[in-house]
């Protein structure tokens, strides 16, 4: 009862708190509950007295400095009108200037001070305005170390000819190339004029002309309001490949009739997750394939998806990484998660989407694989884990890097919730419950209370008997998988089991059935082996299967995981070279922790970490150096 009245009191609250000029905007009333919420604990920005609505950029790209410099101007509402400073989010700018102007346009100049730097938090600009002031000009550079960027020269992309920038914003590191207020409560539109070397292509997450001149001088509009986390610049040598109506690839020139291939399925997935969760609300969605060092699988930017080109092994095993992104265009870009320690609700309500997609366009089997994969990282993150809250959907990150809430728990266990409440409603219920939940909340940031709030309304309920409050509460809080889980099963799994079963023992690996096996089944053969296998069991797999000369990125990271468990050396060289030609985290770290575990992988760890670091992304090193720098770890001797 209580819990029900509360979003109409929230409503009314807001209504109150908020000028009425600003109720006629539609972008304020869509984000009404601020006042009522949490503050993020990753920003400093004073968000209860001003939002950001549009954001304008003018930024210069030079390779030879390793800078952006220019100027951001913030379009502000006031939500409190006697408010004289304007808190912004930074890390590593160095800030020249700053003005600030009234509804006239007129700028004037403005003082301001910069905060002494919090290591996960960056430093607060504190900008003093003048009544009435509802824009500021910041002119600014970025430095070469800002976390967010990564300045390729020519030898580290694919194509060796010409150097490549990229941003990652995602969690906190848009601050540190745009002074701004870096928290997902806040959205705002953006326009922006980037210039380049006159031999470089600049792409963002926004409207572009296609066929624009490489001409060094590009423009960018995002017409939708977005968080700050899905501001998205890379500069390089790119070409661009249609490969449907509104779906197309950016790569280098080398890798772009390959990239088009591998997404050709990328309309079929749109239609499909429409069909589903209701319109594609982006316009285009493009892809851009990065060299090598990107740090993700993966990233949402709206409209131009960033994505690693390990996912390009011509067969389109890992498509997977493209319905997750595009999902993204619903759970997280289009609703999006109020705080970091809401991650799940970004990246749970995803991975569910994901494995539905891949269900629709490519078979159950397939959707089931995804799953089943998932789950079992899943219950070895579980394992790993060492504080009990990071094994629930509701950690408390404040004070804490969000990067660091980054596991396998809110992406696996967050869908296996999902999975739960879909097996127990019923497909068809449920799935309307999501869309109506993408429907209500489009273009705003949402808490777990939220959507808790909703759930008991709409299907618990409603629907009494099928689901607990308690059984819930267990799924968000408890730091067990609760014992009722539907656990993923697939057909082509339990025959690679069979084989794995076989193969321990005893009957030789070259008379294995594998020949059928996509790289999927190879995934699940080399993830359950034993803990611990003889030399000569690796070497009878590496010299059968050919896996240490896998060219298959994936492939490779999960078997050079398994020799780094077992310490067989003679995988060494290449694990040598997978750590040093990919800066894809998710296919090094588990390699890197592996060999941390005794004194001598750590040698081996650290030895092969000096020499790929200067590789690696400043949000890659981070990572590393987190696992090589275990105080328990023991001392190199
Ligand atoms: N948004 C994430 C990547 C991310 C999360 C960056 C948190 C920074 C902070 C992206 O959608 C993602 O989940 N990528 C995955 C892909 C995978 C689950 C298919 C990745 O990179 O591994
Ligand atoms: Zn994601």
Not at 126 to 139: K, N, S, W
Request: hydrophobic share 40%.
């Amino acid at each position: 009862m209580v819990r029900s009245l509360l979003p109409v009191l929230l409503a009314l609250f807001t209504a109150a708190c908020t000028p009425a000029d600003a109720l006629r905007r539609p972008t304020a009333i869509l984000t009404a509950p601020a006042a009522a919420r949490a503050p993020d604990p990753h920003s400093y920005a004073n968000t209860d007295a001003f939002r950001t609505r549009h954001i304008a950029l003018d930024l210069s790209v030079d390779f030879a400095s390793k800078t952006l410099s220019g100027s951001a101007e913030l379009q502000l509402q006031r939500l409190d009108r006697r408010a004289a400073t304007l808190i912004l989010d930074t890390r590593d700018l160095d800030i020249r200037a700053v003005q600030a102007a009234g509804a006239d346009g007129r700028y004037a100049p403005a003082s301001f001070t910069l905060d002494a730097p919090d290591a996960v938090l960056g430093s607060a600009l504190r900008i003093a305005l003048p009544p009435g002031a509802e824009r500021v000009r910041i002119d600014y550079a970025t430095r070469p170390q800002a976390s967010a960027l990564q300045w390729l020269a020519p030898a580290q992309t694919t194509d060796k000819k010409r150097p490549f920038l990229f941003t990652q914003s995602q969690a906190i590191h848009a601050r540190s190339w745009i002074p701004l207020q870096d928290t997902p409560q806040v959205r705002a539109t953006y326009a922006a004029r980037i210039r380049t070397p006159q031999d470089l292509v600049a792409v963002m997450s926004a409207e572009f002309d296609l066929e624009a001149p490489r001409n060094g001088d590009y423009r960018f509009t995002m017409p939708q309001p977005i968080p700050s986390y899905l501001i998205a610049l890379a500069v390089g040598d790119l070409r661009f490949r249609a490969t449907g109506p509104r779906t197309g690839v950016f790569a280098e020139p080398s890798m772009v009739e390959r990239a088009a291939r591998e997404f050709a399925d990328t309309e079929a997935m749109i239609e499909r997750c429409e069909a589903i969760f209701g319109p594609y609300r982006w316009g285009r969605y493009d892809l851009l394939v990065l060299p090598p060092s990107f740090p993700y699988g993966g990233m949402e930017n709206p409209r131009l998806t960033f994505a690693t080109p390990t996912i390009i092994t011509g067969d389109k095993a890992l498509v997977s990484l493209v319905a997750h992104e595009l999902a993204h265009s619903w759970s997280g870009n289009l609703v999006t998660n109020a705080s970091w320690n809401d991650f799940w609700l970004n990246e749970g309500f995803t991975n569910h989407l994901t494995y539905r997609i891949m269900e629709e366009v490519y078979g159950a089997d397939r959707g089931a694989q995804e799953r089943a994969l998932g789950a079992s990282d899943l219950r070895e993150t579980l394992a790993r884990l060492e504080r009990d809250g990071d094994k629930t959907l509701m950690p408390d990150l404040a004070g804490r890097d969000p990067d660091d809430g980054v596991t396998d728990v809110p992406y696996e266990r967050g869908a296996l919730f999902l999975a739960y409440l879909e097996d127990r409603f019923g497909r068809a219920r449920f799935d309307a419950f999501l869309r109506g939940w993408f429907d209500r909340h489009a273009f705003q940031s949402v808490t777990t209370a939220q959507f808790l709030d909703e759930l008991d309304r709409q299907l618990l309920h409603r629907f009494p008997g099928v689901v607990s409050r308690a059984q819930v509460d267990a799924w968000l809080r408890s730091p067990e998988m609760p014992g009722d889980t539907v656990w993923p099963r697939s057909d082509a799994f339990a025959r690679v089991d069979e084989a794995r079963a076989a193969w321990l023992a005893g009957m030789p690996a070259r008379r294995l059935a594998t020949q059928d096996w996509r790289l999927r089944q190879w995934q699940y053969f080399l993830d359950n082996l034993p803990s611990s296998l003889s030399p000569r069991q690796l070497a009878e797999l590496d010299t059968t299967f050919k896996l240490s000369e896998s060219r298959n990125a994936v492939l490779a990271a999960r078997w050079l995981r398994v020799t780094a468990q077992n310490a067989y050396a003679p995988a060494y060289p290449a694990m040598q070279r997978h750590l040093t030609s990919v800066g894809r985290m998710s296919l090094i770290t588990p390699i890197y922790r592996e060999l941390a575990k005794t004194p001598a992988g750590l040698e081996t760890a650290r030895r092969i970490y000096r020499e790929a670091r200067a590789g690696y992304h400043p949000i890659a090193r981070d990572a590393v150096e987190q696992i090589l720098d275990q105080p328990a770890a023991p001392a190199k001797s």
